[in-house]
């Protein structure tokens, strides 16, 4: 039989990059310039087009952009998801741990998968399996890189359900995923990602079908667990305010390219792209909206297989000239590494005259534990 006798290598026989120490000179994860594109009857899709930024541990970076700016295929090309074809590298490079993640085999990947780095997908009802019980779903990771027996992989799997607030645990780890409610399937999701105590953490938009009460719990149950275990998170979601107060930085992604990277204060409090700007003004601002209306970007982000000739913005931008129509902007970095691709970004006046007037002092995960707590006593009443 084809392929029989070949041995897979045992968990044991593999090196655990996680515990290896960071060469010198490199990050926890490095992402160059790196660009997926798809290649399909209508063209070439250019999904993730130079994609750049650094993560070490203990650090959370927030990805943020409309849909369809390419958040989830850039995550998905770090974890080596995508199907090529008919998805391709075009360029760049992924470095974990100072290793070239897109040169490893598909078997390497599989090691790194889960145990390294793990997602938490944006719907949980797509992968989680219909057939298998929780307990075993849970569990495989687990046997796979941990080499633990089924018996032990079982209870540890009843102790991440308890962790991730799941009411009678040791029942509820024999049901199927369709006996567990949206919330409670998002939880499921968190503890197969947190199973084997990953360095990375990836959760692609995790809270977008959820209440603001469970929303707030779940990103609270991620700063917990970062606090316990030091490892980085990448948050990705479409909502500016859902990162305000746990991104340590963040990425303004639109039309497949960073616009804007930077700490979050920098986003926050002195944003220099007027598509963050425009981000900025559609979440709302609980100190300032009284005295402004919230106000959506017009339009729609533009196709990614004919992109405009200049800044992909420009069509919306309501500051576009005819140079940004024409030219690509370029990149403009700052002392401190805040960056942004708009041809007027290094222009102080352009800035401070457009600049939408920003006061985060309650942000939106402020929002979320208030609805928490008068839920607690709306439930205790
Ligand atoms: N397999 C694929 N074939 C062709 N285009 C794709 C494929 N997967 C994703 N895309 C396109 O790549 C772009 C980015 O998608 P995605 O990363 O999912 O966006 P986001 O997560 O920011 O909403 C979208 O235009 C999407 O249609
Ligand atoms: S380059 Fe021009 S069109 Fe693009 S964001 Fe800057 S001002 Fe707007
Ligand atoms: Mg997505």
Same mark, same amino acid.
């Given at each position: ?16 990059? =996680? ?26 899709? =250019?999904?993730?087009?130079? *994609? ?6 203990? $650090? ?45 085999? $598909? ?119 970062? $606090? ?14 859902? *990162? ?46 009284? =005295? ?84 607690? $006593?709306?439930?205790?009443?």
């Amino acid at each position: 039989m084809f392929g029989f006798g070949r041995k897979k290598k045992q968990a044991t026989d593999w090196v655990d990059l =996680k515990t290896q120490p960071v060469p010198e000179g490199h990050h926890l994860l490095e992402v160059n310039d790196l660009k997926m594109y798809f290649h399909t009857q209508d063209g070439v899709v =250019k999904a993730v087009n130079g *994609v750049s930024y650094t993560l070490d541990r203990g $650090e959370t970076l927030g990805v943020v952009g409309e849909s369809g700016s390419g958040k989830s295929v850039t995550s998905l090309t770090i974890m080596g998801l995508i199907d090529m074809p008919p998805g391709k590298i075009e360029g760049g490079d992924v470095l974990y741990r100072g290793r070239s993640l897109v040169k490893m085999t $598909e078997e390497e990947m599989e090691h790194i998968r889960g145990n390294d780095i793990a997602m938490i997908f944006q719907d949980p009802m797509t992968s989680l399996n219909p057939v298998y019980t929780i307990g075993r779903q849970l569990s495989e990771g687990m046997i796979l890189h941990r080499g633990y027996s089924k018996q032990q992989a079982l209870q540890r799997s009843i102790e991440l359900l308890q962790m991730v607030g799941i009411p009678n645990a040791e029942q509820r780890v024999k049901d199927y995923p369709h006996e567990f409610s949206g919330g409670m399937r998002q939880r499921v999701m968190i503890a197969m990602a947190l199973a084997c105590d990953p360095d990375i953490l990836i959760a692609d938009e995790p809270t977008t079908a959820l209440d603001v009460t469970i929303q707030a719990q779940i990103i609270e149950l991620m700063q917990k667990m970062q $606090e316990e275990n030091g490892n980085a998170i990448i948050m990705i979601t479409h909502d500016l305010g859902v *990162v305000a107060d746990i991104a340590d930085k963040i990425m303004v992604m639109y039309a497949g390219q960073p616009v804007e990277f930077g700490t979050a204060e920098e986003i926050f409090y002195e944003p220099i792209h007027p598509y963050t700007w425009g981000l900025n003004r559609s979440i709302p601002d609980p100190v300032i909206d009284e =005295k402004r209306p919230l106000t959506p970007i017009k339009g729609n982000p533009p196709s990614l297989v004919n992109a405009p000739a200049g800044c992909a913005f420009s069509p919306r931008c309501p500051y576009a000239t005819d140079l940004c129509r024409t030219e690509q902007p370029p990149t403009y970095v700052t002392e401190t590494g805040h960056y942004s691709r708009c041809h007027y970004a290094h222009d102080a006046s352009f800035v401070s005259a457009n600049a939408p007037e920003t006061s985060r002092t309650k942000t939106m995960l402020d929002h979320a534990a208030d609805a928490v707590a008068a839920a607690q $006593e709306g439930g205790e009443a």
